[in-house]
């Protein structure tokens, strides 16, 4: 285990324990001497969330080249499906396609760029009709198959991409310590073993235990949340061993899952809000995080819901070439309707109402889609500020799945002017449909 | 939510909080009341695994019906896929195919019957041969692609499947609370909205929380309990609501991703040594366990690790037709080299050390194979009776997955010869490689 440091190789199970706790207990003592108001027992508990990293393997590319390429390559596909080559008739699938890409395309008003990890460079200054389809590795064979790739060829190619991610994430020569456990959230690619599992094998990191958080889709942050809370909590009350630092890394490769004969609204829809995203947070036990000045969040409550009989409006299903998307457009409606119950829910457990939140907290939403943040904006009664992050994201990054989140989290600790102690009201969707949220308090890392 | 008692759906977030805290306390009074000797703050956030129910949705068929099937199909698959029909190969290739069966294919003195749970009820007194193909939904249209079904198809299957499972083990018409957290365990399935998201949402049980643990392989168990012991230890100090019970869920179809065409000898194995399993149990705290005299088994400690340099010797990807397993056979030299220094750390962290353990502990082993069984046997110096009910398990079910531990665990809980409070130690083994362990403890369920 080259990046252990030696001393803590060498400690038994129970002294590891002793130690994290005698960490801890300084941690409070510190405060407390310190004059900084004691949080009271349930501190000891806490996490906070820090260290956010974003991951990137390709240039994000302008939304009107995205447009224009994917417009040009579903016509190009339904050509060769429909096997028409006559130059009019090849036009009048273009202009048809075209009208349909500029009427239900996500517009760069909206989405400024994404990250599109299939995607040359060259695909920034231009047209996919100039550089061809084979630029693209999984329409190199279009031509025999106008779905594209197949669903193992596509998974080896995020498994390629994971693998490069992680190199990014842990350098092979950095000497940092390992997490104790290292949670993979994604809804875009699964292998056994995974790309972390492989990670940690080759850099021999016996004491890092891996969790898959898969297939819970653009909320998958929460449940992450939950178990890595969860981890440190059960670690601090001696159910397992003690733990100091919980990675949590999101990989979402969602162009993966393209293909170009889905030609429906709702597909134009979702294959121009997505981007692919990728980034990787940490938790620590709040104490050890004060003591390493760690600016963060703390996470204060959770809550997860499924709302009664809407698991019709949003499916991912495995396919034989990708996984498959449906997203109905009654989907703002739905949390329209319901996320009003949520929040108040939240706020109840930190003992906030709904004014107070509004007057003193910040918001961090799921930015689905332009009009999900319209209509949790109107229920909740929030002002345009108060949505801002979220609406930054979606238009830097576009609809990232289970990544969004925590880009929308570290924007929060970034920023100057959301000061220390301010609580982060946060919340996001997916498949179920699944509604669910965590008050949050930012922390600026003073001892 | 019509399965919620009025009481508790009137409550407040904190007003549960206090409820689920008093019960607690006063479990905790009434046990030292009562002169049971109380075990330590420790346990006031211990888990216990309880209320275990098989769930199944076919006879299990024996083995050597199993295996004839096997080779039938095999053989029938490989002359389409060949194009031949004179009766002279056909009967050569029946003959090859049969004779590979008969000598890679799991023994019948080693497992008596698996649940398959694609196969019609005439499969256990009819050969496939006279049946026909078409009697198994995946295999109908064999003749135009002798891979069998494709991947949606199967996932389809599934869904179908997990809905007659989740039908029994939450009865329409039954009264019982709904869980806190319903925790669904599978590497053989994947929907969004899964199985139990559409369940939770049709019975509107909008304060249960689901999670998948999902693409973890035969280990799945362990990243459950950790979730489970998490999430219980996460609301026993107020980081979400209160929880009294969490649900644990393992559905593995596993027969649903055969391909008659993969005929290499670890297909061969594989396909004879895997069978379909379900099951469902609960995570309470002990405190609120012991009122309700509760047999199960407490988690005391837990450990995971990934074996160094092990990753290609197990794989489980996703293709087109099916997912796509691949064994190697010296899995069993891997796990037996690195078993004793797994099951000592887990003995270090509850002050045991493996010489009491084997003369005080039972052991529940994940039978990924007889020779697994054999090789950790003898790297612990066990007797054949400690593994007897790991043996047993694999003899009645096969290869369950994930399932297979959960089956275990049940046996210990129901076996009269078992005292409470013998420590059980249980280990799990799957894709990383990844060696995955509890020490558990029998509770009888006196208050």
Not at 192 to 211: K, N
Not at 336 to 356: F, M, N, P, Y
């Amino acid at each position: 285990m080259p990046n252990v440091p030696p001393d803590l190789t060498r400690l038994s199970l129970d002294d590891k324990r002793r130690l994290v706790f005698r960490q801890l207990q300084a941690g409070k003592e510190q405060e407390q001497g310190r004059g900084v108001p004691h949080q009271g027992d349930r501190d000891g508990f806490a996490a906070l969330i820090t260290d956010f990293e974003p991951l990137s393997v390709a240039r994000p590319l302008p939304q009107h080249r995205l447009l224009e390429s994917m417009a040009w390559l579903m016509a190009h596909a339904r050509c060769i499906k429909e096997g028409i080559r006559a130059p009019a008739r090849v036009q009048a699938v273009w202009d048809e396609v075209t009208t349909q890409v500029a009427h239900y395309g996500v517009s760069p008003d909206i989405i400024r760029q994404r990250e599109i990890a299939l995607a040359p460079a060259a695909c920034a200054d231009h047209a996919l009709a100039d550089l061809g389809v084979d630029a693209i590795p999984i329409y190199a064979d279009l031509h025999t198959d106008p779905h594209g790739a197949l669903l193992d060829r596509r998974m080896a190619l995020y498994a390629a991409c994971v693998d490069q991610l992680l190199d990014q994430a842990y350098p092979p020569t950095e000497a940092r310590t390992p997490p104790d456990d290292l949670i993979h959230v994604t809804c875009s690619g699964y292998l056994a073993p995974s790309p972390v599992e492989r990670l940690v094998s080759r850099r021999r990191w016996t004491e890092t235990t891996v969790t898959h958080a898969y297939h819970m889709g653009c909320y998958g942050a929460f449940p992450a949340l939950r178990m890595a809370v969860g981890f440190l909590a059960a670690s601090q009350v001696g159910l397992s061993q003690p733990k100091r630092r919980i990675d949590v890394l999101h990989t979402e490769y969602l162009s993966l899952h393209a293909d170009p004969l889905k030609q429906a609204p709702a597909d134009i829809v979702s294959t121009s809000l997505f981007g692919d995203g990728f980034i990787k947070y940490a938790l620590y036990p709040v104490t050890l995080a004060r003591q390493q000045r760690k600016r963060g969040l703390k996470v204060l409550t959770l809550k997860e819901s499924i709302i009664p009989d809407s698991a019709r409006e949003m499916t991912w299903n495995l396919a034989p070439h990708a996984f498959d998307m449906y997203l109905s457009k009654d989907i703002p409606l739905w949390i329209g309707d319901h996320i009003l119950a949520l929040v108040e829910a939240l706020l109840r457990s930190v003992h906030l109402d709904l004014t107070q939140a509004r007057h003193q907290c910040v918001f961090a939403i799921h930015p689905g889609g332009a009009r999900i943040l319209d209509v949790v904006k109107q229920a909740l009664r929030l002002e345009e500020a108060q949505v801002a992050a979220s609406r930054k994201v979606l238009y830097e990054h576009g609809n990232m799945s289970s990544a969004t989140i925590p880009y929308i989290w570290r924007e929060i600790v970034a920023d100057q002017n959301i000061p220390a102690g301010t609580r982060v009201i946060s919340m996001a969707f997916g498949p179920g449909l699944t509604a669910t949220g965590a008050v949050l308090e930012k922390s600026e890392g003073a001892v």
